[in-house]
């Protein structure tokens, strides 16, 4: 029986061809696949969720490590938030990305009358309010004219349970180029206006008609309380 040729190659060992499938790939790499999940993401991401999307043995921690290093002085940040990690503009960039935006905001009748009542006879609590207007005032109408920051709460009454009062605020004034209360138009001048056509005036209201609740339709602002 003959021997096997001297020359011929040892045969290949069957598993060395599946150890290079799960060589991982180099740190070069995997920093790319990094970068390219947390640029897509819209949501930081943890550690667990980047080497779950990696190949098998694959070190997202420290791919993650270079990239941010890499980014180090650059207009965009690799950054940790919480347990997770995403890409953020510099901070001192920010202002570039800044957008101002005019909000238009409607006032309900029911916070016209009364920001005109607090205007006129300020300072007045809210009691005065709803007997001059003849109906109640909802909360929410007072909290949208002090989140506005058009009214602010005034000295206490010496009268029985010391309520507080509202007084209108600079910010009110300035709004419609007032130097103080005193500038506001006359009933002369809101007639002239036909701000008060066909309206009654303020405490004129029947009990029980108009706005009780607060809940009539909004509308714009009239002239009054405009630019």
Known sequence: ??????????????????????????MAEQERMVEAVLFASSEPVTVRDLEARMPHGCSAGEALEYLRKRYEGRGVRVVRVGDAWAMRTAPDLGFLLQKETVETRKLSRAAIETLAIIAYHQPVTR????????????????????????????????????PVTFVVTPTFLDQFGLESARDLPGLKELRAAGLLENRPPPGAFPIGQGDSEDHRDDVEQPELFED
Request: no cysteine; net charge negative.
């Open 1 to 26: 029986m003959e021997d096997h040729p001297s020359h011929m190659p040892d045969a290949p060992r069957p598993d060395a061809h599946n150890e290079s499938l799960f060589d991982a790939p180099p």
């Open 127 to 162: 009691a005065e309010i709803e007997e001059i207007r003849g109906v109640s005032v909802s909360r929410g109408t007072i909290d949208q004219l002090l989140e506005m920051e058009w009214i602010r709460l005034g000295r206490r009454k010496m009268t029985p349970g010391r």
